[in-house]
């Protein structure tokens, strides 16, 4: 079983597009498709970059596309949550306790108030997590009725997040349209995400930079 078979398993489907209702009730933003897809091929590429054997990039992708699908329980430890409904839907589709194993550590640890970069598929995830900010994830476009989440999300206008292996660096650069969404409103929310991208980093062997505005913050 590879990346292309989990994503396009009808089962899996279905938990994440009912996952994303959820949230969609709870007022959150996007979790469905989009964001577990771009999720699954940045952690899959971060590892390919840093020269990291193909498999273990194609549990990197898995893991990103499976590491929300605990919402579909709960919000709250949704990664916990998730991880065993992944070990339970891997398990059925015969994937290795080996492979099993990294992939559901990696869940269940993606979330920054309980998480920890664990091990390299873990590492990957949670940079490629925590780096999609966008614009396009905010479900809300009334601009009067956003909260502090639909503000900062909309407020972002450009998102790119580069591994240099060479230099050691994982760059995180975002540009803010300051009108709708101010720097301290983004770190306000996302403080303990960042730390989280730098303990990940580090899990890598690398160094976790900011840029926000052409200002580096970290």
Excluded at 140 to 160: E, L, M, P, Q, W
Excluded at 185 to 193: D, T, V
């Amino acid at each position: 079983m590879d990346y292309q078979s989990i994503k396009n398993d009808p089962q899996i489907r279905c938990y994440i597009k009912e996952a994303d209702a959820s949230l969609t009730a709870l007022g959150f933003t996007e979790h469905s498709f989009q964001h577990v897809t771009a999720v699954a091929e940045k952690a899959g590429s971060i590892l390919e970059e840093l020269g990291y054997e193909p498999r273990l990039a194609e549990l990197a992708r898995i893991a990103g596309f499976l590491h929300d699908i605990g919402n579909l329980v709960n919000r709250i430890e949704h990664s916990q949550s998730g991880a065993l409904m992944a070990m339970s839907l891997l398990q059925k589709r015969n994937f290795a306790p080996e492979e099993i194993a990294p992939i559901i550590s990696a869940i269940g640890n993606h979330d920054e108030g309980t998480g920890s970069p664990v091990n390299e598929i873990s590492a990957a995830l949670i940079l490629a997590d925590k780096s999609d900010v966008r614009r396009s994830r905010v479900r809300n476009r009334d601009t009067t009725a956003f909260d502090i989440h639909d503000r900062v999300n909309f407020s972002v206008t450009g998102s790119k997040l580069e591994i240099l292996p060479e230099e050691k660096i994982a760059r995180l650069t975002l540009s803010i349209d300051t009108e709708l969404g101010s720097v301290l409103e983004y770190f306000e929310i996302f403080m303990e995400r960042m730390l989280l991208c730098r303990k990940a980093a580090q899990r890598l062997d690398l160094n976790f930079k900011l840029t926000i505005n052409d200002q580096v913050l970290l």
